[in-house]
């Protein structure tokens, strides 16, 4: 079974402009949750989608957002990037509506912004 | 304010060693404890979850535990090996609403297993 794939894995952007990352959960899997992870703050969570729906949001400025597909497959966008927004973005995907099944991470997109 | 927090933040043991990672919890209002290894470079992979009606659970040479009423929870590694280096990563999931993929990180155990 595959697993949690992302792509890109890296990408280098400038101040200001908007980047798109996206993320192909698990076969079955029909929550999706998106996680930002830098040095000094660790890993936070961004947000969560099921059936197209945000269903939880972090503490993220508005230029954060996401978006799930009806196949499950999301999305997130960043606009006017900014120094910090450098980090390791982590999708992670597990059974909707289970409230114990253990969440499963793909390997992240680098992004770094210059 | 629903924090983890992990102790230490790193640890050397020579290859064969027994040991435990700790993580504590602000809010015993969980549904669940997740722990995490992260390899650099590299996303996380689930190592164990306890549920919150769970004292533990293990597998292999891990075994996890978790003490609601004191917000504890220990990660312990028998007969570490060099393949164990890695970041060791607490997650509870507090409870409230139903998301369920919302999990509260700690900083991390840098574990390094030397032959």
Known sequence: KAGVTQTPRYLIKTRGQQVTLSCSPISGHRSVSWYQQTPGQGLQFLFEYFSETQRNKGNFPGRFSGRQFSNSRSEMNVSTLELGDSALYLCASSVAGVRNSPLHFGNGTRLTVT | ?115
């Open chain 2, 1 to 115: 304010k629903q924090e983890v927090t992990q102790i230490p933040a790193a640890l050397s043991v020579p290859e064969g060693e027994n040991l435990v990672l700790n993580c504590s919890f602000t809010d015993s209002a969980i549904y669940n404890l997740q722990w995490f290894r992260q390899d650099p470079g590299k996303g996380l992979t689930s190592l164990l979850l306890i549920q919150s009606s769970q004292r533990e659970q293990t597998s292999g040479r891990l075994n996890a535990s978790l003490d609601k009423s004191s917000g504890r929870s220990t990660l312990y590694i028998a007969a570490s090996q060099p393949g164990d280096s890695a970041t060791y990563l607490c997650a509870v999931n507090y409870a409230g609403g139903t998301s369920y993929g919302k999990l509260t990180f700690g900083q991390g155990t840098i574990l390094t297993v030397h032959p």
